[in-house]
């Protein structure tokens, strides 16, 4: 008799949403961790691509780039760059290819670095009283080996770097649309809400995203079809 009573009480308390033990006792009912699941399942679903830039930056490229990092892992794409996030025992050219052809998208920053100011003493060079700014060598490596792969490239650099200088030089095909950036008279802010950086961003996620799913998509095919 007893224990039909304790299974009365059993089904009311499921009834009203309490839960209890096999004493009866009532149990502490914890909070769903949403954050930290909403957490995990963004990262499951963030697409690598490969940040090229630079590590030695001043305060206001590093604000740029914390700026560009967050936009990127806003459309839930994953910045990888070398050695910061990514690091191989092999030499930097193998660990570049190797990054390269784990990504499915690359974005290129190109920051002023080393003034350079040429004048008719430098042997080969055309006299020149315009100094300029290159930056990182590995600037010019990087998005070429991702162009022969064929991943989806967006290049943006800061103003009056490499101009005439591989293939951030204008003319070169299809390596020739560029997002400047005028560090000097623009605000990251302003970059980031310019409508030439939203157009051309948003272009680049969706080939991103096109060739993620093309490489990823399996060769069986689980839909019947009449049409061949």
Request: hydrophobic share 35%; charged share 20%.
């Amino acid at each position: 008799m007893s224990s039909d009573k304790n299974k009365d009480k059993d089904k009311r308390d499921k009834g009203t949403g309490s839960l209890s033990n096999s004493k009866n006792e009532p149990l502490k009912e914890e909070a769903c961790p949403s954050s930290r699941y909403q957490e995990c399942v963004d990262r499951a679903f963030r697409i690598p691509i490969f940040l090229s830039t630079t590590n030695a930056l001043n305060p206001i490229q590093q604000q740029f780039q914390n700026r560009l990092i967050l936009e990127i892992e806003n459309a839930l794409l994953f910045p990888r760059t070398l050695p910061v996030s990514e690091q191989y025992p092999e030499t930097i050219l193998t660990s570049i290819r190797r990054l390269v052809s784990s990504s499915y998208g690359m974005l290129a920053i190109n920051f002023r670095r080393f003034l350079v100011e040429i004048t008719d003493t430098n042997v080969g060079q055309p006299p020149s009283s315009t100094p300029f700014w290159e930056g990182s060598v590995f600037l010019q490596i990087e998005p070429s080996m991702a162009f022969q792969f064929g991943l989806p490239i967006l290049l943006v650099r800061e103003a009056n770097t490499d101009t005439n200088n591989g293939i951030w030089a204008g003319g070169i095909a299809p390596l020739n649309t560029f997002i400047v950036w005028d560090s000097e008279n623009q605000s990251v802010d302003e970059f980031f809400s310019s409508i030439q950086w939203r157009e051309a961003f948003a272009n680049w996620i969706a080939e991103v995203r096109n060739g993620y799913y093309n490489q990823t998509e399996p060769k069986f095919k689980y839909r019947c079809s009449t049409q061949d």
